[in-house]
């Protein structure tokens, strides 16, 4: 219990330090709404300000505090099984284990060499386009990657979240961004009074100009993984099958490849409410 400690300390320490993206984010943001509503408190374009605002803010919030989804108890192995697997020495009897375990079991991809993917870590059998996350310490469903400004993972539960965020955020910025750029070019030609809320005009334009830069890239590569039915994983490395390699594996068609991420009523497609069922 004493060797433990330490390791117990480090793992408090790392999952406090892993917050500081997320309040630095929220930090910018509550920044940005005082800059814009108290200090050059434009009325004319309050209300779609607060609209892209609420949505951000919603967006993100459930992009954080979302649970990866996990996969369900049927690929667990049986406590038998289990116990055989783990005094099983060579990986040849481990995987006749694991074929027999998964004989029922919806699976369809395969590791590298053709092998029944299972987590060691996790013990349990990983379900197709499934994924262990060092930094959340489990397997998620349907993993893209582990993001650091949400401090989660995105996958299935939420993956549908963080393309909202992602818009919305670039919504946001774009509108920041627009409406200040004249107040901005009135302080190079000193047309602006001299009070600090000429400060806040100088950084709110390019404070919002640099993150549309960034997010409009990244926004634009996840439309195109929605389109094409893919994960950040398996853009980099193409799912394998029964018959192998295959990155286009998992495409049904554009059509169908969206409503996977944001469900069949396009009614709910723009709100951070979960509306998938695949």
């Known amino acids: 219990q004493v060797k433990m400690a330490p390791t117990h300390v480090l793992r408090c320490c790392q999952r406090g330090l892993a917050w500081i993206p997320v309040i630095f984010i929220a930090l910018v943001v509550c920044w940005s709404y005082y800059a814009y509503v108290v200090e050059l408190c434009i009325f004319i374009y309050m209300v779609f300000f607060h609209l892209s605002f609420v949505m951000f803010v919603w967006s993100y919030w459930k992009t ?27 990986p040849e009897s481990q995987q006749e284990i694991l074929w027999r375990a998964t004989a ?13 993917r299972y987590c060691d870590r996790c013990q349990v059998i990983k379900p197709d386009r499934c994924h262990h996350c060092s930094a959340c310490d489990m397997c998620v469903l349907k993993m893209d ?51 600090h809320a000429k400060f806040h005009v100088l950084f709110l334009f390019f404070v919002a100009a640099m993150f549309c830069i960034s997010i409009l890239s990244l926004f634009s590569y996840h439309l195109w993984l929605v389109g094409k039915n893919r994960s950040t994983i398996e853009a980099f490395r193409a799912p394998v099958f029964r018959t192998g390699s295959d990155k286009n594996g998992f495409s049904l068609g554009f059509g169908k490849n969206i409503a996977q991420v944001f469900g069949d009523e396009r009614k709910f497609w723009l709100l951070p409410i979960f509306t998938r069922l695949v």
Do not use: M
């Open 145 to 195: 990657h582990h993001c650091p400004w949400v401090n989660n993972c995105v996958g299935f539960s939420n993956y549908k979240f963080f393309i909202l965020f992602l818009c919305y955020s670039l919504v946001y910025c774009l509108f920041i961004a627009a409406t200040v750029l004249q107040y901005f070019i009135k302080f190079w030609t000193n047309e602006l009074p001299d009070t």
């Open 104 to 116: 029922n079991l919806p699976l369809y991809t395969r590791t590298g060499a053709g092998a029944i």
């Open 64 to 90: 954080i505090f979302t649970r990866p989804a996990n996969p369900s108890k049927e690929f667990c192995l049986p406590k038998a099984e289990k116990e055989q697997y783990v005094k099983e020495e060579r």
